[in-house]
């Protein structure tokens, strides 16, 4: 199959006949047209964002995502509590008696946690360094 050449054209006014007509000639076809204008306020409220997961911020410089601290600390402690086998209703209430809040600033719930949890299994590998690992894994309950 042939290789096919494409060129992606900027235009500042509306394409001329003589142009359009010009590019023929010379063997290109024309492939797609792409139109823009400026977004009604209905178009802006469609345009779907995603969610930054929970334990990350934006950057200072706005060009990443870095660790929140206080909300790697409401993961370490459901984590921990979830490990030592307690109840999210029980954790929801710890939480909320440390002043955690949720993003929105509610109360933590058994399920907003219940949402959290696979966010907590995604990160629970990553949020223990090696040393406060194995403190942690000493304090687990022994399964025989």
């Not at 995603?50 to 060009?63: N, W």
């Not at 995604?122 to 399964?143: D, M």
Request: one cysteine or more; aromatic letters at 4%; glycine letters at 4%.
């Amino acid at each position: 199959m042939p290789q096919k050449e494409r060129i992606r054209e900027a235009l500042s006014t509306l394409p001329t006949l003589e142009h359009l007509v010009e590019r023929v000639e010379a063997g290109w076809k024309p492939v797609a047209i792409e139109w823009e204008r400026e977004a009604s306020a209905e178009a802006q409220e469609k345009q779907a964002v995603e969610e930054i997961p929970y334990g990350l911020r934006v950057s200072d410089d706005g060009t990443g995502l870095v660790e929140s601290q206080p909300e790697r600390q409401v993961i370490i402690t459901a984590l921990d509590m979830i490990v030592e086998d307690r109840p999210l209703s029980q954790v929801a209430e710890e939480l909320n008696r440390r002043g955690c809040s949720t993003r929105k600033g509610d109360p933590w719930t058994p399920s907003a946690l219940f949402t959290l949890l696979p966010r907590m299994i995604q990160v629970g590998p990553r949020v223990f360094t090696s040393s406060e690992w194995v403190s942690r894994k000493q304090r687990l309950p022994r399964v025989v």
